[in-house]
């Protein structure tokens, strides 16, 4: 998923070195962590204007077409879906999915290839944006049908949606997305509180995909006019399903969401929506915002963040520390490197580059301890898969920052004692830290005998569309590279960067064009599991993944969300990786303007 | 006259094609732009919106769509032929009208550059006539000196300070509340008060430098020595003076306004202030490129204009400027 906060923490890390040590390590087993830490029900105050503050616009207004990570913390109260992530500050207990519209989790049969599930009575549509009542909408019934027509509309070209891929399983798409047939014939609807998915393969993590904004009931005979233009501009009609709907949506300005009376909190036992507006500025200065959220005339930043100086004062400051929540966003860093390209094909010069590689220093330059710990795996905390590094290190090194004698022992075995002095394509990026870190991988590199390393940064993020998703362009090693989850199943990682049938000519994220037989296999196996199984096969693929060497993996990404004064109960999710707002109050009158 | 504004008129139009053509080859043309094909390969801009591990043939469709699977000559034509019309297209992100959303975000950015404007004349003209009447003395020293300290203070800095100050500390100001003239005037000016000063105070100490500049060189000018030789009062000398002193701040001040009206993308940002500066970067960090060259061509429309309106002011001011 796409995270706009990413690209601005970049610019502002340097300064951070110097706080590193005063953070800690954030996302540890740390008692008393904000955003860790429930409150009891009667200590949260209710109603009043929950007052964010933002930089960004959402991407799209429409749930099937939203992909960026603020439009999902948005879409938390405004439409709800089958199943969905519990409201807790756990983060193991996040991830098993609780019913939302559905009565239960999704029934499964033995192969997971068909899974069911029953809509609960009184769940009902709320106005659409604006504050409309669409006649034979608003206060009807959701059904299947809508939920059904959901999935299909993915695959209408009109929509853009943004992941139809997990929905591909689904028996007949192919035919609906050519146009063979009008309905896609795998999803069942035997009656309005029923919904059946057949699937062409096994699936253990369907619940999941029900579980993102895109399977949101749509209800079709309003929506349909809308997908049927040349771009859809249901974005314009968004009808809510969730405590809130949207009032006003002045783009890159302003939104509003007002409570939804057609929402029964007695269907729903994950949102609590203790506030009675929702008020989000667009298009504020980053350090003004901070200065505002910490002046407590917002509740809390959306996609503004503390950096530099700010955050140096917002860590050393105690009081202003304790409103700072500092957790796991499910995303790894790392370099990478290029299976096809000599003398990467080699799994021990691959190996040999792993031990090489300084992590430590990359994160010093990357901004230290506070942006997340050094990753030694491919899939971050926070998912299933995840391997903690005090169990599972294959690259182990002092402090993780290299050992060189390992590594050339490496590059001897594999035949390259005096080094390689072919030329390699190596690909960093321009902006600050990247060039840094570019620098520190390039200097580890000719330290292990690369002597002919032909260097190219691009301006971020140019790197990614112009050299590691074209495989053409044969790129030999790249630094700048990371992904985030699209929810916290190892699937999400581990198929689309790692899997062999998904090296593409263009848009390819198989940067390494790794392609082997037992990792496909492990992938393809887990995939179809559920429960401990499926947590242990991906632990195995995890392991395989790592093993290949193919990436140098060295940040397990963190998070940083400041908050109010006023705001209580602000626990982190991992799933849109932020404070889920849904059940915030805010004391209202104290310390505000 | 008439010719003369039908040749400027024409080269106007003739620059505005080539500023289109020049941001459309960035995009379209030049390897690495966002919106073209290399060898086959998908556009950039396809593959960012078909999201993630997209389908081959989801990315063609949206190339299809987006029209980026013609001809790049046809993608200009057809772009140039509607943008002529007025239709600058739909933003790829968001699906909005651009032109509709320049134009919507037009009013907030006129309303910021002409009251700077208004502010740094207010300041800068009175401050540079008197230092150059009083050379040297204690006034002129001080508003030098206070030129200086504006010329050298960037806006990005200056305005985080003043929100500092006049928000966060004194609570006299509020970034973010910005309302239309329109719909609550009062509202508009405790919105804009601040930015004005902040986006004023480095052209005034600009313009105090120049109009001083000015008016010291036309001093020592024949005419006006022959003035007070022929025993005028020294107000009407001044008069004299001013008029010639002034008209290369009308040159500037029309330049600079018609740049501002393009976005004055940090103030915009440091205040909140929703117009055309804050499009662009949203445009920009989304490659949202029908928006991006929609802004461009509208900024390159102002400075044009404000130009052309600038020569027949000119004109109007100092009759040694000839037509042809």
Redesign the interface.
């Known amino acids: 998923m796409r995270d706009r906060k990413f690209l601005r923490l970049f610019a502002a890390l340097l300064a951070l070195g110097l706080i590193a040590a005063a953070c800690g390590g954030g996302g540890g087993e740390g008692e008393g962590r904000p955003g860790t830490e429930e409150v009891s029900e009667e200590d949260i105050p209710t109603g009043g204007t929950l007052r964010i503050a933002g930089i960004s616009d959402v991407d799209y207004m429409d749930p099937g077409a939203m992909y960026y990570t603020l439009s999902w913390t948005l879409a938390r109260g405004v439409v709800r879906t089958l199943v969905t992530y519990p409201a807790v500050a756990d983060f193991e207990e996040q991830n098993q999915l609780v019913p939302d519209l559905a009565t239960d989790v999704g029934q499964s049969n033995e192969d997971q290839t068909q899974w069911t599930y029953t809509l609960k009575d009184g769940v009902v549509y709320g106005p659409a944006l604006g504050g409309e009542d669409v006649p034979g909408v608003t206060g009807e019934p959701i059904t299947s049908g809508d939920i059904k027509y959901a999935i299909e509309r993915l695959f209408i070209p009109s929509v853009g949606a943004g992941y139809p891929n997990y929905y591909e399983d689904i028996v007949g798409v192919e035919e609906f997305q050519n146009g063979d047939a009008d309905e896609i014939t795998g999803i069942e609807t035997p009656d309005d509180k029923t919904i059946v998915f057949n699937l062409a393969k096994p699936v253990g993590d369907w619940d999941f995909r029900m579980a993102m904004p895109a399977a949101s009931p749509i209800p079709r005979d309003y929506v349909e006019k809308f997908d049927k233009k040349k771009d859809s501009d249901y974005d314009q009609h968004v009808v809510a399903s969730g405590p809130y709907y949207i009032a006003e949506w002045t783009p890159e300005e302003q939104i509003t969401l007002e409570r939804n009376e057609h929402w029964d909190p007695e269907t729903d036992d994950v949102r609590k929506a203790y506030v009675d507006t929702v008020d989000w500025k667009l298009g504020l200065d980053n350090d003004v915002g901070v200065e505002k959220i910490l002046n407590n005339d917002y509740e809390f930043g959306m996609d503004v963040a503390p950096s530099g100086p700010a955050l140096e004062r917002v860590v050393n400051t105690p009081e202003l520390k304790q409103r700072l929540i500092n957790e796991p966003s499910l995303c790894t860093r790392y370099v990478w490197l290029n299976t096809t390209v000599e003398p990467f094909n080699d799994p021990l010069v691959r190996q040999a580059v792993n031990f090489a590689i300084d992590r430590a220093n990359i994160k010093r330059v990357f901004g230290g301890p506070i942006t997340g710990p050094i990753a030694t795996s491919v899939v971050p905390p926070g998912m299933t898969g995840h391997l903690a590094p005090e169990e599972y290190n294959p690259f182990e090194t002092p402090n993780m920052a290299g050992d060189m004698e390992r590594a050339k022992e490496l590059m001897a075995e594999a035949g390259y004692e005096n080094g390689y002095d072919g030329k390699v394509l190596f690909v960093g990026a321009s902006d600050p830290p990247h060039d840094k870190i570019a620098e520190t991988v390039r200097s580890d590199l000719e330290e292990l005998g690369f002597t002919n390393l032909d260097v190219k940064t691009p301006a971020f993020p140019n790197q990614y569309t112009q050299f590691y998703s074209v495989p053409s362009k044969n790129v030999g090693i790249g630094t700048s590279a990371g992904w985030c989850k699209d929810y916290n199943d190892a699937f999400t990682f581990l198929d689309p960067l790692f899997h062999g049938r998904n090296i593409r000519d263009s848009g390819n994220y198989n940067y390494s064009e790794l392609d082997d037989e037992r990792l496909n296999e492990a992938i393809d196996r887990a995939a179809g599991l559920t429960g401990d199984d499926r947590i242990e096969a991906w632990e195995e693929a995890n392991r395989l993944a790592t093993e290949s060497a193919v990436w140098v993996p060295w940040s397990w990404d963190n998070e940083t969300i400041i908050f109010s004064e006023n705001l209580v109960n602000p626990i982190y999710n991992t799933f849109f990786s932020h404070i889920d707002w849904v059940v915030v109050g805010v004391e209202q009158g104290a310390g505000s303007n | 006259m008439f010719q003369y504004m039908v040749r400027r008129l024409l080269w106007a139009f003739v620059m505005i094609v080539l500023v289109i053509a020049v941001v459309f080859a960035i995009f379209f043309v030049l390897p690495?732009g966002?919106g073209r094909r290399e060898?086959g390969?998908?556009s950039?801009v396809a593959?960012?919106?078909?999201?993630?591990?997209?389908?081959?043939d989801?990315?063609a469709?949206?190339e299809h769509?987006l029209g980026l699977d013609r001809p790049i000559h046809i993608q200009f034509g057809l772009y140039l032929g509607r943008a002529l019309k007025g239709d600058l297209g739909?933003s790829y992100?968001?699906?909005?009208d651009v032109r509709d959303?320049v134009f919507r975000r037009l009013p907030a950015t006129m309303s910021l550059a002409f009251g700077a404007s208004i502010v740094w004349l207010m300041i800068g003209i009175p401050l540079g006539v008197i230092s150059a009447l009083r050379r040297r003395s204690l006034l002129d020293r001080g508003s030098m000196l206070l030129a200086l300290i504006g010329v050298s203070m960037p806006t990005f800095w200056l305005g985080?300070m003043a929100?500092?100050f006049f928000?966060?500390r004194l609570?006299v100001y509020?970034?973010?509340d910005y309302a239309p003239l329109t719909e609550n005037p009062v509202q508009w000016f405790k919105a804009l008060w601040l930015p004005w000063i902040v986006l004023a105070v480095v052209s005034a100490a600009f313009y105090t430098r120049m109009v001083r500049g000015n008016v010291l060189e036309v001093q020592g000018e024949d005419y006006i020595r022959t003035a007070r030789a022929k025993g005028l009062k020294e107000r009407s000398v001044i008069r004299h003076a001013l008029r010639s002193a002034l008209t290369p701040v009308v040159t500037m001040y029309g330049l600079d306004v018609g740049i501002l009206l393009g976005g004055a993308i940090i103030t915009e940002?440091?205040?909140?202030i929703?117009g055309i500066g804050?499009?662009a970067v949203?445009a920009i960090?989304?490659s949202d490129l029908p928006t991006i060259l929609g802004v461009t061509v509208f900024a390159a429309f102002f400075v044009i204009a404000m130009n052309l309106l600038v020569d027949l002011v000119y004109a109007a001011l100092d009759p040694r400027v000839r037509y042809s």
Not at chain 2, 47 to 56: E, I, K, S, T, Y
């Open positions: 690495g966002a060898d390969r998908a950039p593959v960012l919106m078909a999201g993630r591990n997209p389908r081959p989801l990315v469709d949206i769509r739909y992100q968001s699906q909005y959303a985080l929100v500092f928000d966060s609570g509020n970034v973010g940002r440091i205040f909140a929703p804050l499009l949203e960090t989304s």
